[in-house]
């Protein structure tokens, strides 16, 4: 054991996150913001107790919002999500995927954007349509799947584009990424619905947005506006559908298994933390973070534990 | 003129094509920016290259462009320049990729090219016959599919390539990325960020790179410019001595790149002003005394004659209150 994962281990004794249950919780907050994966479910499976947690929250006439910085499904689409899984007693409107919150972060902080290149899928496209926002993703003309160099310079710039804003997108080529630098260049609002580098997978892992932010970042030397976790735009987003404010924020706690996106939402944010190990972040993690960072709980499961 | 900044570490010299010539014998030029842009010839730099050659100085042009083929440059040389310049002077990132794979991994038995033609063709040209990629650039991500089928049935190539790729798409991503993290060695052609193409910059090797190395958390090893690979591939192909380094020099217009290039390699290097990085870039690394710096710059590569330079000598102050008042400016030639 090495000098500084002692130092680190002594830095965690005085400052341990209590562990706590859902029930301790339930006791002194109203609202609980759920991460998905690696909370509620792994890929194609539900978590142990998740169902359970939600089932008694309701009960207790607890708020409930799920937060994901996937920008591929809907509201709907994140119901069909829980649903197809197991889950019962999910609600729509607890739904906010970083497509809901992109969408309204738009419609709330730029009402000037009318109409977006979007890179990004059905669902991203659906939730922009929803509040009002033109999607276009033109085809940029390929021969044999390549794209032709020559015909860089002829691409036009849609001044009727506000912004481009950029998702998941499995469908995504190197055309598109052309037309989307383009915009970026001339000056159109760059956002991106979260900077998440890949998601694990039992045998390796699922390239992310944050990859492709990355081409285009490097591509047009641009940085853009980041909507998802750990930004607060997820928190602004739910506070004003739940109708709360800052005085309700000590009622507040985020649950996640991400120190970088989950807990760090809550530290931007103000609001309490839990750090669950049944995703991404382990225990011996906690020794490897500054202090700032810890959550002010940790949870091993979402065992209700009365 | 000779520009002494303070801090002094660097200087720049201006300087004329002619001069040049007096002090190095061995000319690596870069192309875009240099000798043409697009399709069309910056201006004199077919003259340059002809008083080069007609000199009895060695021309190579190293180019971190890996789309084309050597072919297609000797050609495209013909046709822009009308000159000659015969494909064993061509050191275009995909030959040295290729060159560096052969010398370094010979048994490999199967790469995977995110890239162009031109890299699969060199590769070839090594005698490497399971190059594949090329077709996937007409595949669909499908998630059940990949996971079950693709990367099971594939197998994990020893060698990963990542380079300008005009089919890059998520399905390539998605599999190189997961063919590094199972051990396939990650090398990089270039990592030009993205390449001028007039009023615009167009994606380039750099911006594929930086998404792979951030899914695979791996940094590649990067042949092309600034690495010093080509120079090791020019100096071991052409059997040139060590000592004669000296008689080196780089051409080129992009400074992190092509200067830095010079600067690891141990050779001088020579800024011309018809690309990417400014007089006023050169001069503010210079201050900086970086690696990034030039230690001679040329207006553009057929630069005969001197610049006169000019000095400011006298001012005169506006002598009334008024609304509108001159300034006279006295330059000395």
């Not at chain 1, 276009?136 to 860089?152: A, K, Q, S, W, Y």
Request: aromatic content about 10%.
């Amino acid at each position: 054991v090495s000098t500084q994962s002692t130092w680190g281990f002594i830095m965690i004794m005085e400052k341990m996150p209590k562990e706590a249950n859902i029930s301790e919780l339930a006791k002194k907050y109203d609202y609980f913001l759920f991460d998905c994966d690696g909370v509620m479910y792994e890929g194609s499976h539900a978590l142990p107790h998740a169902q359970e947690c939600i089932s008694y929250l309701h009960k207790e006439k607890k708020g409930i919002g799920f937060i994901s910085n996937t920008s591929s499904r809907s509201r709907e689409d994140g119901v069909e999500k829980f649903t197809s899984l197991g889950f019962t007693d999910i609600a729509i409107e607890d739904m906010y995927f970083s497509s809901v919150i992109t969408a309204q972060y738009l419609k709330h902080n730029h009402p000037a954007v009318k109409k977006v290149y979007l890179l990004g899928m059905a669902g991203f496209a659906f939730e922009l349509e929803r509040v009002g926002i033109k999607c276009v993703r033109n085809e940029i003309p390929t021969t044999g799947h390549l794209f032709d160099p020559e015909t860089f310079n002829s691409l036009k710039v849609d001044d009727t584009i506000d912004a481009v804003v950029v998702g998941i997108d499995t469908t995504i080529n190197y055309a598109q990424l052309c037309y989307a630098s383009i915009l970026i260049q001339s000056g159109k609002l760059f956002i991106v619905s979260n900077d998440d580098v890949y998601d694990k997978r039992p045998y390796g892992v699922f390239p992310a947005n944050g990859c492709m932010v990355e081409t285009l970042k490097v591509a047009s030397g641009q940085t853009p506006i980041l909507v998802g976790k750990p930004n607060p735009a997820p928190v602004e987003v739910y506070m004003r559908e739940k109708h709360l404010t800052e005085k309700d924020k000590p009622k507040m706690i985020i649950i996640g298994d991400r120190i970088d996106t989950d807990i760090m939402l809550g530290k931007n944010t103000n609001i309490d933390t839990a750090l669950v190990f049944t995703g991404v972040a382990s225990l011996s993690d906690l020794g490897k973070i500054p202090s700032t960072q810890l959550p002010t709980y940790i949870m091993k499961s979402m065992k209700i534990q009365l | 003129y000779q520009r002494r900044v303070h801090g002094d570490i660097k200087m720049i010299k201006e300087c004329t094509l002619p001069e040049l010539m007096k002090s190095y014998d061995y000319f690596i030029l870069d192309a875009d920016g240099v000798i043409w842009e697009g399709s069309k010839e910056i201006g004199d730099a077919s003259k340059a290259i002809k008083f080069m050659l007609d000199n009895h100085k060695q021309v190579f042009i190293a180019t971190n462009n890996s789309h084309k083929s050597r072919v297609d440059f000797v050609k495209k040389a013909q046709t822009v320049l009308q000159i000659d310049l015969p494909s064993e002077c061509w050191y275009t990132s995909s030959k040295t990729t290729a060159s560096y794979i052969k010398t370094h991994y010979p048994a490999a038995k199967s790469i995977y090219v995110v890239g162009s033609m031109g890299v699969f063709e060199e590769l070839k040209l090594q005698g490497f016959t399971n190059v594949y990629g090329f077709e996937d650039a007409a595949k669909q991500y499908n998630d059940s599919e990949f996971w079950e089928v693709d990367l099971p049935k594939k197998g994990v190539p020893d060698i990963v390539v990542v380079g300008i790729d005009l089919g890059y798409n998520y399905y390539k991503l998605s599999y190189a990325t997961n063919c590094i993290r199972k051990g396939s060695v990650f090398i990089a052609t270039n990592r030009d960020a993205a390449i001028k193409m007039g009023k615009y910059l167009m994606p380039g090797a750099g911006s594929l790179v930086a998404a792979i190395e951030k899914a695979s958390d791996v940094t590649p090893v990067t042949i092309g410019k600034p690495s010093t690979f080509t120079l090791e591939s020019i100096m071991a192909e052409k059997s040139i001595p060590l000592e004669l380094k000296e008689r080196m020099i780089m051409i080129g217009d992009r400074m992190e790149t092509d200067m830095l290039f010079a600067s690891n390699c141990g050779i001088k290097s020579c800024m011309v002003e018809t690309g990417v990085s400014t007089k006023e870039n050169a001069i503010a690394e210079a201050k900086i005394g970086s690696k990034l710096a030039p230690n001679y710059i040329m207006s553009k590569l057929g630069s005969f004659q001197p610049i006169q330079p000019l000095s400011l000598i006298h001012i005169s102050e506006p002598t009334r209150p008024r609304l509108i008042s001159y300034a006279v400016f006295c330059l000395k030639k």
